[in-house]
């Protein structure tokens, strides 16, 4: 299916969860590309532009000052923008104080969102053109 062949970009430190995720982008034939800081992150999002952008890790490892820049970027504008967090993690902020982002992937992952927000994304970035 053409949504599937979706571009995602993750910000991760290599972990057991990043790899299910990769695994599971990959089975849904979505181009993906993994990071490991926010300047490659930016970096990566000027050069090719992502459909759907997932931060992982907590909210110290990526910050407010990367969802706005991500946001200004031509490439990345219209791209959804998730972070993967722990259903059991207390350092979820309220989606109100992160603005910048369209909601959280919650871990463990469900093969079916996953396979929905790919389509969301992909319909947002694509029908927004």
């Known amino acids: 299916m053409q949504f599937l062949r979706s571009h995602v970009l993750v910000l991760g430190q290599p972990s057991d969860d990043l790899q299910r995720l990769i695994m599971a982008l990959t089975h849904f034939q ?22 759907l952008v997932i931060l992982s890790g907590t909210h110290h490892d ?10 200004n970027l031509a490439n990345t504008r219209r791209a959804t923008i998730v972070a993967l967090t722990d259903c059991h993690a207390p350092s979820w902020m309220p989606l109100e104080e992160s603005p910048g982002l369209d909601g959280f992937l919650v871990k463990p992952l469900n093969p079916d969102v996953l396979l929905s927000l790919i389509q969301s994304a992909w319909a947002r970035q694509t029908c927004n053109a």
């Open 30 to 51: 979505c181009s993906t590309e993994v990071v490991l800081s926010a300047d490659q992150m930016v970096s990566r999002a000027k050069q090719a532009p992502a459909h």
């Open 62 to 71: 990526w910050s407010m000052t990367l969802i706005d820049e991500l946001r």
